[in-house]
């Protein structure tokens, strides 16, 4: 039975502190298979959303999801930007096929390395309703953390899908995007896709 969980919003404590380690033999056990069933059924009830930290939904522990669909926004834009367009608007419509996203949960995670090279881009998060801003992250980053299976793996990222690990790590340091922000923008609240969740 999976429940779509609220999403703990600022300022609330459980998204200031530094997460919990999950003991890797817990990861099995039927409380954080709950909560990671959880929070799938909850990012996908989320259409703006393409990742969720575990104190997001009120739970201390170091766990985090990312969607795939982070991956087909990178691959859209390298597709774009060949084809010579000047990038791509992501608070436009979606130009690729929303499917059934599948969702990549990192437990205990670790980064491992990080590019020289950083990029600019506008950020939100579920937790700060209605606020954007630029954030510098870093352009490419490997990661290492186990599955929700218990196993160990590592994964490099690039791009957008970088920015979002780097965005969900920050929340289980207790760091929000509001903190990395140099400035802050405007962008019209749309409420009929869930941009400004209430
Ligand atoms: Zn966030």
Same mark, same amino acid.
């Given at each position: 039975?999976?429940?779509?969980?609220?999403?703990?919003?600022?300022?609330?404590?459980?998204? $200031?502190?530094?997460?919990?380690?999950?003991?890797?033999?817990?990861?099995?056990?039927?409380?954080?298979?709950?909560l990671i069933a959880?929070m $799938?059924?909850?990012?996908?009830?989320?259409?703006?959303?393409?990742?969720?930290? =575990?104190?997001?939904?009120?739970?201390?522990?170091?766990?985090?999801?990312?969607?795939?669909?982070?991956?087909?926004?990178?691959?859209?834009?390298?597709?774009?930007?060949?084809?010579?367009?000047?990038?791509?608007?992501?608070?436009?419509?979606?130009?690729?096929?929303?499917?059934?996203?599948?969702?990549?949960?990192?437990?205990?995670?670790?980064?491992?390395?990080?590019?020289? =090279?950083?990029?600019?881009?506008?950020?939100?998060?579920?937790?700060?309703?209605?606020?954007?801003?630029?954030?510098?992250?870093?352009?490419?980053?490997?990661?290492?953390?186990?599955?929700e299976?218990?196993?160990?793996?590592? $994964?490099? =990222?690039?791009?957008?899908?970088?920015?979002?690990?780097?965005?969900?790590?920050?929340?289980?340091?207790?760091?929000?995007?509001?903190?990395?922000?140099?400035?802050?923008?405007?962008?019209?609240? $749309?409420?009929?896709?869930?941009?400004?969740?209430?």
């Amino acid at each position: 039975m999976q429940n779509t969980l609220p999403i703990v919003k600022e300022p609330n404590s459980v998204l $200031r502190g530094r997460a919990q380690e999950v003991d890797a033999k817990d990861i099995t056990a039927k409380r954080i298979q709950a909560l990671i069933a959880d929070m $799938r059924a909850t990012l996908k009830n989320t259409p703006d959303g393409v990742g969720l930290a =575990a104190p997001q939904v009120g739970e201390s522990l170091r766990i985090f999801i990312v969607s795939d669909e982070a991956e087909e926004i990178d691959k859209t834009e390298r597709r774009r930007w060949k084809e010579g367009e000047q990038g791509w608007e992501r608070n436009q419509e979606k130009p690729y096929e929303i499917r059934e996203w599948r969702y990549f949960v990192f437990i205990n995670p670790e980064v491992k390395n990080t590019s020289k =090279a950083s990029l600019e881009d506008v950020e939100g998060c579920l937790s700060v309703p209605g606020k954007f801003g630029i954030v510098k992250r870093y352009e490419k980053i490997t990661v290492s953390a186990y599955d929700e299976n218990g196993k160990k793996f590592m $994964r490099g =990222a690039s791009r957008f899908f970088a920015r979002v690990l780097q965005h969900e790590f920050d929340h289980l340091e207790g760091v929000l995007f509001v903190d990395r922000t140099e400035q802050f923008i405007n962008v019209a609240p $749309r409420e009929e896709n869930g941009v400004s969740p209430k």
